[in-house]
């Protein structure tokens, strides 16, 4: 069974860092492409970074690129998205989620970590 | 960068209604669009993968359609268990944007 535990969220002041941590089980971590998505209150999916399995590509949604890191430790099997820069406009639920394997989107999700961002 | 537009924003539909939701892309993205259903307060699942493949253990009253530009998410007869927001997303290129929703309810 396909597990995603997403961990490090909390209440961080404007400019300041974070690191969420994302364990995976259930699969061949190296196999897969990972991504972040988060979602702020009340408001739609957006997505914000992918990473290839090799950790040889990445990718950033222009709202986070020069401030947010993605990266992975296969030996771990955790995906991380390092978070510096903060504003109060980062401020939401964090999902990881794993790719399909055929495409660039995303078959489980999981529950989700949230980040508030505020003085 | 592709945007995509859905339509409507929110509808309300009597259980056992046909039920179409469309998601346009500002440019061409063959068939890499993908739909999501988020229940309220839950985490979203993937439907629909490649425009129109059922995710597996997906009902099959749920089903996708379209290329290039216009899409659609259509369920054949609405459930209550249906109640959620859905989202479209293109996978063609970064960045993967999703539509902005729609929230569908029971009329």
């Known amino acids: 069974e396909v597990q995603l535990l997403e961990s490090g969220g909390g209440l961080v002041q404007p400019g300041g860092s974070l690191r969420l941590s994302c364990a995976a089980s259930?699969?061949?971590?190296?196999?897969?492409?990972m991504t972040w998505v988060r979602q702020a209150p009340g408001k739609g999916l957006e997505w914000v970074s992918d990473?290839?399995?090799?950790?040889?590509?990445?990718y950033y949604a222009d709202s986070v690129k020069g401030r947010f890191t993605i990266s992975r430790d296969t030996s771990k099997k955790t995906v991380y998205l390092q978070m510096n820069s903060l504003r109060v406009d980062d401020t939401a639920i964090y999902y990881c989620?794993?790719?399909?394997?055929?495409?660039?989107?995303?078959?489980?999700w999981g529950q989700g970590t949230l980040v508030t961002v505020s003085s | 960068d592709i945007q995509m537009t859905q339509s409507p924003s929110s509808l309300s539909a009597s259980v056992g209604d046909r039920v179409t939701i469309t998601c346009r892309a500002s440019?061409?993205?063959?068939?890499?669009l993908a739909w999501y259903q988020q229940k309220p307060g839950k985490v979203p699942k993937l439907l629909i993968y490649?425009?129109?493949t059922l995710h597996s253990g997906v009902p099959s009253r749920f089903s996708g359609s379209g290329s290039g530009t216009d899409f659609t998410l259509t369920i054949s007869s609405l459930q209550p268990d249906d109640v959620a927001t859905y989202y479209c997303?293109?996978?063609?290129?970064?960045?993967?944007?999703f539509g902005q929703g729609t929230k569908v309810e029971i009329k």
């Open positions: 989620a794993k790719t399909q394997g055929s495409g660039w989107f995303n078959d489980y």
């Open positions: 259930g699969f061949t971590f190296s196999d897969y492409a």
């Open positions: 990473i290839s399995g090799s950790a040889g590509s990445t």
């Open positions: 440019q061409g993205s063959s068939n890499y």
């Open positions: 490649a425009a129109s």
């Open positions: 997303q293109n996978y063609d290129s970064v960045p993967r944007t």
